[in-house]
């Protein structure tokens, strides 16, 4: 069995380190668009098979001390590991639980070098958060194109929302509150979340009038389909978590033919 965990790294290439961390957790490392992908297989009979947690460890250590030449790349590589980090952690422990102390100690650095790409731990939260806003940008994009019909916008959106999810930063949307943020910095979530909503309800309404789902309430659907997926970060932490695509599947399948009208 194959379990893939991947890495936002923009302009990344695969050094050495993901090298040893590929012979150490006995997983395949490639970067693709930008992005370190780690696929870890059955281990051989002297090494266990690589946690998630092990992993994701692995590949924060390895952005962190990913060589580049331009010394804006590895500033930008470097806090990229310190929000990815701080993501992970926030999900594990949350937020109130989690320190700085305690991000420095994943990343074997002292908690006076974080300061040099961040901050606080607030600006973590936040910057996690928007990422995973950022990331969405262009699924809405394609969400919009109106020479699909509205239930298969509706599936794409589903489909993006469900890998914000699985990624740290998108899980941060919704196992971190917002509270600890500044007002300014609250209300630019909160404006993300409910353009996600907006478009939701709209490709619904869409839908209704042109008799491809059946009538319903937008708002009300809306609710219970974000809801749902929401909460799968929640229970879908565990040793052994079902995979991120099935379910996508899954989901996209229940909620698609229940809005379909017969």
Not at 104 to 118: H, P
Not at 182 to 202: A, C, M, Q
Not at 217 to 230: E, Q, V
Request: aromatic share 8%; with cysteine.
């Amino acid at each position: 069995m194959t379990r893939r965990l991947s890495f936002a790294c923009p302009g990344a290439q695969a050094p050495l380190t993901f090298t040893l961390i590929s012979y150490i957790f006995h997983c395949q490392v490639t970067v693709n668009s930008g992005r370190v992908i780690f696929a870890a297989t059955a281990a051989p009979c002297h090494l266990a098979p690589a946690s998630e947690s092990a992993m994701k460890e692995a590949m924060e250590r390895a952005l962190w001390n990913n060589a580049v030449t331009s010394r804006d790349e590895q500033r930008r590589q470097k806090r990229l590991a310190v929000l990815g980090t701080g993501a992970r952690l926030f999900n594990e422990r949350g937020f109130d639980r989690t320190t700085l102390d305690d991000i420095a100690g994943a990343l074997n650095v002292s908690k006076r070098t974080l300061y040099y790409y961040i901050g606080s731990k607030e600006e973590i939260l936040f910057e996690c958060s928007r990422l995973g806003l950022e990331f969405m940008q262009d699924v809405l994009a394609r969400c919009r194109d109106e020479s699909l019909p509205p239930i298969d916008r509706i599936g794409l959106l589903l489909r993006g929302y469900a890998a914000l999810l699985a990624d740290d930063m998108g899980a941060c949307l919704v196992l971190s509150k917002d509270i600890p943020l500044s007002e300014p910095n609250r209300d630019v979530l909160r404006e993300g979340r409910r353009s996600l909503d907006r478009l939701l309800r709209d490709l619904i309404q869409a839908g209704i009038d042109d008799a491809s789902i059946a009538p319903n309430d937008p708002k009300l659907t809306a609710a219970a389909i974000f809801g749902a997926f929401n909460w799968i970060p929640h229970w879908n932490r565990n040793d052994n978590p079902v995979s991120h695509d099935a379910l996508a599947d899954r989901y996209i399948d229940l909620f698609i033919e229940g809005l379909r009208r017969r």
